[in-house]
């Protein structure tokens, strides 16, 4: 064999096919992706918030129960079992996405041990629950924590604008 025959077929046995590139652009995008813990944290971020706000989008009604703190504080979780003394409940389409409106400008955190709940978040969709938080109000003087039942993700927000919200549904 000849210089130039060795060469062509070294040539087309290194050939990548279409196919390859994108196998390998995809293994090797998610080799980065899954090693980076920044861009894994931005993910979870990304998701947690489309799982928040598909939740709110889907709803037909919001009920917040308030129960008595001096009760809850005992115990950090499952204020349901308590019996609330106050219920809010929206009445309109409008109403749902004012509470959209109270998460401008929130702080995104992430794990949080412990919070006191005073408040449940039920939202449903039509009678079905989709969805459920609690709202910490004694953790801070003038904002509120909005977390996800797991503890996994929560929101701090003005405590001025979660009064305002309640004042409003509860008309």
């Known amino acids: 064999m000849n210089f130039d025959k060795?060469?062509?077929?070294l040539k087309k046995q290194t050939t990548i096919t279409p196919m390859k590139k994108l196998f390998l652009l995809i293994l090797f995008s998610t080799l980065i992706i899954s090693c980076n813990e920044k861009t894994q944290n931005y993910i979870d971020d990304i998701w947690q918030n489309f799982e928040f706000n598909s939740v709110i989008s889907n709803s037909t009604q919001i009920i917040i129960k308030?129960?008595?703190s001096t009760e809850t504080y005992k115990r950090a979780s499952n204020i349901e079992s308590f019996k609330p003394f106050k219920e809010f409940k929206?009445?309109?389409k409008h109403q749902i996405e004012d509470f959209e409106g109270i998460f401008e400008n929130a702080e995104k955190t992430g794990y949080c041990c412990c919070p006191t709940s005073s408040y449940s978040i039920h939202f449903l969709n039509q009678k079905e629950e989709i969805g459920l938080f609690y709202a910490d109000t004694l953790q801070f003087k003038d904002k509120v924590r909005i977390y996800e039942g797991s503890f996994q993700y929560s929101y701090i927000i003005e405590k001025q604008k979660w009064k305002?919200?309640?004042?409003e549904i509860s008309n």
Do not use: I
Not at 164 to 167: D, F, I, P, S
């Open 6 to 9: 060795k060469f062509c077929l």
């Open 66 to 68: 308030v129960y008595d």
């Open 90 to 92: 929206t009445n309109n």
């Open 164 to 167: 305002e919200y309640l004042k």
